[in-house]
């Protein structure tokens, strides 16, 4: 593809060609009707002076033209070198007989008419003539122009302007290049600084000294910088937490994994079996969850809208998890007010699955054993809210501050847990632009998500 400079380079020397060119046919239009109106003039003055000659000074016909073709070699009828002895000039009598003419005028009469302007050709010369007649004298007064003569007059106008235009124009294409580089100067100077950073140089750019026209694109590439910064911060933190956390079930396997090689007792290998199988259920879950939360991380915004059976959907993660809830000796209870169609909105239906996955597998972990975790579904016109209360310690403000902090896990938190359920959910309602609300009750703690319906 073309550069900027040399794009911008053609549309400025086109367009300045263009303009060059209609101001010389604007020049051409406007100089011949001009030349046409003042050459007309002075036929017109011409013609009437040659009768007033003969009627006012009272001299023959022969010596009006004398005197006619002396005033055209003084200067009035003579327009320069190459221009000279342009006017012709016959008297013809009303009868038809030539009485006289100058010099230049042919023997044949110049144009038939009687009065003004008309245009003629005379042996292949064309000519422009103007007729008065004076009724005094009888005679009829003819001058001619050469039109020939005019057209080269205009064409010699049009060629002063066109000569110093072919000198100017390479000078003028250069003065434009030369520009279009010094505009282009403030880009180079950016992508010159950018190529010199390394992968690692996040910090924004100054939009102080660059031109107003590129600081919107300073400041879009400052932002992307941030969003960039924020995504590597990110990734560092989540690579480092989750080597750490799942360096410590590793070591608990490898050591299980020794006590039951190394033990005969059928106890203690049964016992270091479990704790394995335990482990192992643990590090599922993490890593489970790490990958949920990479999936949301990735998703910067809802990609898809479905219209989502909220009850259909909760019945549907009960039945996954009952495992979960069978081992913990829990009953999930499935609730709704509402009409069965009221339970429906358009969300992402992934990010609303991951969201109600973890609040009920957290209250699982989190409900003493022989209680229940109830769901319930209640809609309104504007919105739709899914409440799961459990039965367990509840979470302090403290704990509902930082709950959304990576693999944190408050003092009360279940040994299984991995401190990444509620950080996921955070991040997935906010993607779906829900709300996520925490309440403590007497006996356990209310989780409450507000989905809003959209508006049609």
Request: hydrophobic fraction near 45%; include cysteine.
């Amino acid at each position: 593809m073309t550069s900027i400079r040399l794009r911008l380079f053609a549309i400025l020397l086109a367009t300045t060609g263009a303009v060059w060119l209609f101001a010389v046919v604007w020049t051409y239009v406007n100089t011949q009707a001009e030349v046409e109106r003042v050459l007309d003039a002075r036929l017109t003055e011409a013609a009437r002076m040659v009768s007033s000659l003969i009627t006012d000074h009272h001299i023959d016909v022969a010596a009006a033209v004398d005197a006619a073709n002396a005033r055209e070699a003084s200067g009035v009828f003579e327009q320069g070198e190459g221009y000279s002895r342009q006017l012709s000039c016959q008297i013809w009598s009303l009868q038809g007989t030539l009485v006289s003419r100058s010099e230049s005028a042919p023997v044949t009469s110049l144009a038939d008419h009687r009065e003004g302007f008309a245009e003629t050709e005379i042996n292949g010369e064309r000519w422009r003539v103007f007729a008065v007649i004076n009724p005094t004298l009888g005679v009829r007064v003819l001058v001619g122009d050469s039109l020939e003569i005019r057209e080269r007059l205009v064409g010699d106008v049009i060629k002063g302007l066109l000569l110093p235009a072919l000198v100017i124009l390479p000078m003028l294409a250069l003065l434009i290049w030369l520009s279009v580089g010094r505009g282009l100067a403030p880009l180079n100077r950016i992508a010159a600084s950018l190529s010199s950073r390394s992968a690692t140089e996040l910090h924004p750019l100054p939009e102080a000294p660059a031109p107003r026209e590129v600081r919107p694109m300073i400041a879009a590439l400052n932002s992307l910088f941030r969003r960039v910064e924020d995504v590597r911060v990110r990734e560092s933190d989540f690579t480092a937490y989750a080597a750490h956390e799942l360096k410590t079930p590793l070591a608990g396997l490898k050591t299980q994994a020794q006590i039951a090689m190394r033990s005969e007792d059928p106890d203690t290998r049964r016992q270091a079996l479990s704790q394995i199988l335990s482990s192992v259920d643990r590090t599922s879950r993490m890593v489970r969850q790490l990958i949920d939360m990479a999936r949301v991380d990735a998703r910067d915004d809802v990609v898809s809208l479905d219209q989502v059976d909220v009850m259909r959907l909760i019945e549907e993660l009960s039945v996954e998890l009952s495992p979960v809830a069978a081992q913990r000796r829990v009953q999930i209870a499935v609730r709704s007010d509402g009409e069965q169609g009221a339970l429906s909105i358009a969300t992402d239906r992934t990010l609303l699955r991951l969201i109600l996955r973890n609040l009920l597998e957290n209250a699982l972990q989190h409900a003493p054993p022989g209680t229940e975790t109830i769901c319930t579904t209640r809609a309104t016109d504007d919105s739709l809210t899914i409440q799961i209360d459990d039965f367990g310690p509840g979470m302090t403000a403290d704990e509902q501050k930082r709950s959304a902090d990576r693999f944190y896990r408050g003092p009360l938190s279940a040994p299984s847990g991995s401190g990444l359920g509620l950080s996921i959910v955070q991040m997935a309602i906010e993607r779906i632009g829900g709300s996520l609300d925490y309440s403590n009750r007497k006996d356990g703690l209310s989780v409450t998500v507000t989905l809003k319906r959209s508006a049609t």
